[in-house]
């Protein structure tokens, strides 16, 4: 119940992985290497900073029940975990097979640019959850969770635009400038991402009525469009045509949510 500190964590882990972008690309000239390194060592900084943070409020307890009830909904998730991570990691995989290092070197900064749109995300998937239960005990929860999804899906979409727009300044920045033919990748990946999140609240029903092995099929449902889809277009598309595979990926995802729903 602390959505300041949450999005004010999330937005130092987004400079210093700026930071460490401009150190190990910019500067250190480690190429695709250093944007991957850049990732990690900010997502290890901030953990350990936040750990020690928070240490001291930590009370090691142990309830067996509470433990039971956890698993019961949590392991059929995690496949769908698994599978998201695939889905990610996937379209790495192709341009690698199937195009040049310099393809793959706009598709990873192209991401990293794009990341900047993790900073709202993580503020409303801190906020959604409690937001969603407390709907849940309204008489009119099924009207309001339409109007939400609605709202969300126009909210994202318009932070996507101004990431998108804002992401040309960010490139000069962050990049020498034979990374620019990373710009018109962006735009079809922060739009995917605004369909992620708004699964969020389309998958709602499942997560209320504990049938969370149904994210693990839509999950995997998807990835077999996923797989056709970057092999389609990545090979007509290049790096471009992996990140509209991620797009499309997530649009049949949200059918396929939609429907288990």
């Given at each position: 119940?602390?959505?300041?500190?949450?999005?004010?964590?999330?937005?130092?882990?987004?400079?210093?992985n700026?930071?460490l972008?401009?150190?190990?690309?910019?500067?250190?000239?480690l190429?695709?290497?250093?944007?991957?390194?850049?990732?990690?060592v900010?997502?290890?900084?901030?953990?350990?900073?936040?750990?020690?943070?928070?240490?001291?409020?930590i009370?090691?307890?142990?309830?067996?029940?509470?433990?039971?009830k956890?698993?019961?909904y949590?392991?059929?998730?995690?496949?769908?975990?698994?599978?998201?991570?695939?889905?990610?990691?996937?379209?790495?995989v192709?341009i690698?097979?199937?195009c040049?290092?310099?393809?793959?070197?706009?598709f990873?900064?192209?991401?990293?640019?794009?990341?900047?749109?993790?900073?709202a995300i993580?503020?409303?998937?801190?906020?959604?959850?409690?937001?969603?239960?407390?709907?849940?005990?309204m008489?009119?929860?099924?009207?309001?969770?339409?109007?939400f999804?609605?709202?969300?899906?126009?909210?994202?979409?318009?932070?996507?635009?101004?990431?998108?727009v804002?992401?040309?300044?960010l490139?000069y920045?962050?990049?020498?400038?034979?990374?620019l033919?990373?710009?018109p990748?962006?735009?079809?990946?922060?739009?995917?991402?605004?369909f992620?999140?708004?699964n969020?609240?389309?998958?709602?029903?499942?997560?209320?009525?504990?049938?969370?092995?149904?994210?693990?099929?839509?999950?995997g449902?998807t990835?077999?469009?996923?797989?056709?889809?970057n092999?389609?277009?990545?090979?007509?598309?290049?790096?471009?045509?992996?990140?509209?595979?991620?797009?499309?990926?997530?649009?049949?995802?949200?059918?396929?949510?939609?429907?288990?729903?």
């Open positions: 119940r602390e959505p300041k500190k949450y999005v004010l964590i999330s937005i130092i882990q987004v400079i210093i700026f930071a972008i401009i150190l190990f690309v910019v500067i250190l000239e190429s695709i290497m250093g944007a991957f390194l850049a990732g990690t900010s997502i290890v900084v901030v953990t350990i900073v936040t750990y020690l943070y928070y240490f001291r409020r009370i090691f307890v142990f309830s067996k029940k509470l433990f039971t956890v698993l019961k949590s392991l059929p998730q995690l496949p769908a975990v698994m599978i998201n991570w695939g889905i990610l990691q996937l379209n790495r192709f690698y097979e199937y040049s290092e310099a393809e793959l070197g706009y990873s900064i192209a991401i990293k640019i794009a990341m900047v749109m993790q900073i993580m503020a409303f998937r801190s906020a959604w959850g409690p937001l969603a239960m407390q709907i849940m005990q008489t009119e929860h099924k009207e309001l969770y339409i109007k999804y609605r709202l969300t899906f126009i909210a994202f979409t318009i932070i996507a635009f101004i990431v998108f804002l992401s040309k300044p490139l920045i962050i990049a020498p400038a034979e990374y033919p990373a710009f990748i962006i735009v079809f990946i922060v739009f995917a991402y605004a992620d999140i708004s969020q609240v389309l998958g709602i029903g499942i997560g209320i009525r504990k049938k969370t092995q149904y994210m693990s099929y839509a999950q449902i990835f077999i469009f996923v797989v056709g889809f092999y389609l277009f990545i090979k007509e598309y290049m790096a471009i045509g992996a990140a509209l595979a991620l797009l499309f990926s997530y649009v049949v995802k949200a059918v396929i949510i939609y429907i288990f729903a």
